[in-house]
């Protein structure tokens, strides 16, 4: 060892402050609906006066299952541990339950992983950002949901993200008489062999290139449009539907194929290069490597609590960054501020961020969450506060229990999605 090495060594330790690392004292589950959705945030209190994080551990259509996932596995695992090993936490926890990458074990590793680096950022005093390399740009670059039953209406409601500063809008048209994602069935609803709603993918792809005709012939190319399929067609209508939104030169055509159909991406790419993004269904690495390595897709979607949480998104940000696939997670209403303010700070640090998925907090969520990621102009803000920059107000959360913003089905179902079937009564991916 050099003598330079020994001098520097006790200043080292003198600026790790010579305290010992926390304990984790009590994890506990905040489970709030202050809007259409169920959210679900992991607390860690530590055995330091006033130290403590917050997860998002969102999984809205099964909601109640994270907070026995995290209660009865995680806590006792976790308690008396320190704080300061995220990594080995992260893959302790992982392989604890020994089967592994599901929706619920996912989001209750992602509210204690998240909650840790919360921890970690108060601790220091810096934003989760900073721990992390800090930014590489100044805000993310946001798209908006314009949706219509009518070419018109989306034409209207693109404009209007527009007029708020947005350069990136997804557009989803209504199909008559169908469950078209996004947005409302418009007209009369049509009747399948079997009661509910009904969806026939021919009509759906039919519709949006003429939507798409319609909003390029009136707004014309320099804005940036997206396009979620939400997995509705067949892959080889998704081969002839990306061939023929081609030439609107899309942003991203989004969830073309399923999950389970990923294997299909490799046609699409011998065929068209509209941008393809997936992955906000993905849980395990399995989904998400081969796409990324064999430069099967161009933007990574994953849904970062499903994933498992800061940690691992931030090892697929680098694993994008080496095959040229960039970011756009997933950042609809159900992701909790916790969610966002993870996803912003991915999306600052990481050099092949994409885009970020908006949805704006509203008046009640911010009464819930202190401190939610800043819009302007298009532009998602990181509270520059320590950690995450989002504080909790438990007595606001407990106004909203799992419930108190649903109506019929999805209150009957517990907070779960119904179903949609093609007019003939099968069931069909949503
Ligand atoms: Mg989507």
């Known amino acids: 060892m050099s003598a330079g090495a020994v001098s520097i060594a006790p200043r080292a330790i003198q600026a790790a402050r010579g305290t010992p690392a926390p304990k984790i004292k009590d994890i506990s589950v905040i489970e709030s609906q202050p809007a259409g959705v169920r959210l679900t945030v ?30 009865k596995y995680l806590k006792p695992f976790l308690l008396g541990k320190t704080t300061d090993r995220i990594e080995d936490i992260w893959q302790s926890c992982y392989d604890s339950s020994y089967w592994k990458n599901g929706p619920v074990l996912n989001s209750a590793i992602s509210g204690v992983d998240q909650a840790l680096w919360d921890i970690k950022g108060r601790q220091a005093g810096l934003p989760v950002y900073d721990l992390v390399g800090g930014k590489t740009r100044e805000a993310a670059d946001c798209y908006g949901h314009a949706d219509g039953a009518e070419n018109a209406q989306v034409i209207d409601a693109i404009k209007g993200w527009q007029a708020r500063g947005f350069r990136h809008v997804r557009a989803q048209i209504g199909v008559p008489g169908m469950a078209a994602y996004g947005t409302g069935a418009g007209g009369t609803t049509m009747q399948g062999l079997r009661p509910g709603p009904v969806f026939e993918p021919a009509y759906y792809t039919r519709r949006v290139i003429k939507m798409f005709e319609a909003v390029r012939d009136s707004l014309g190319f320099e804005i ?8 509705r067609v067949t892959p080889n209508q998704a ?78 940000a680098i694993l994008g960054e080496t095959f040229g696939v960039r970011t756009a997670w997933h950042g609809p209403g159900d992701v909790s501020p916790v969610g966002h303010a993870a996803n912003v700070t991915l999306d600052l640090v990481s050099t092949n961020f994409g885009v970020q998925e908006y949805s704006p907090f509203s008046e009640k969520v911010q009464e819930v969450f202190h401190g939610c990621p800043v819009m302007k102009d298009g532009y998602l803000y990181a509270n520059d506060a ?33 179903e949609v079937r093609k007019r003939d009564g099968q069931v069909i991916k949503q």
């Open 239 to 316: 081969v002839q539907f990306a061939k023929d939104l081609e030439k609107f030169k899309l942003f991203f055509l989004e969830d073309v194929l399923s999950p389970e159909d990923i294997a299909y991406f490799r046609q699409i790419r011998q065929q068209c290069a509209t941008p393809l993004a997936m992955g906000e269904l993905f849980n395990s690495p399995h989904e998400w490597t081969p796409l990324m390595s064999e430069r099967l897709i161009d933007y990574i979607r994953v849904h970062v609590s499903q994933a498992g949480g800061f940690t691992p998104a931030r090892k697929i």
């Open 224 to 231: 940036e449009l997206l396009h979620d399929a939400h997995e």
């Open 42 to 71: 992991v607390k860690i209190t530590t055995d330091q006066d006033g130290l403590y994080g917050y997860g998002c551990g969102t999984f809205t259509q099964r909601a109640d299952l994270v907070r026995p996932a995290v209660e």
């Open 386 to 418: 320590p950690g995450w920059g989002i504080e909790v107000d438990e007595k606001a959360a407990a106004k909203y229990p799992f419930g108190s913003n649903e109506r019929g089905e999805r209150q009957r179902l517990n907070g779960g999605w119904g």
